[in-house]
């Protein structure tokens, strides 16, 4: 159980690099795989704030290409 602890908290680590390149995606898989290996509050945190910030930067391009194209 203490080796999936340490990978989770690795997995959470590749995630929190992936946001810095700008890959939510990646972010989102390393950490529902962080929370599937070591169910933490940190892994399922960082996991809804990724949703959130996905939908928001969703919702931010979708106004940004209607308004473009007036």
Known sequence: MES??????????IAIA??????????????????????TDKARCA???NKCIAEIVRGLLKGHRKTRSL
């Open 47 to 49: 996991c809804n704030v």
């Open 4 to 13: 999936n602890k340490d990978e989770a908290e690795r997995c959470i680590e």
């Open 18 to 39: 992936a946001l810095r390149e700008n890959e939510p995606d990646k972010a989102r898989r390393f950490l529902e795989k962080a929370q599937r290996l070591f169910p």
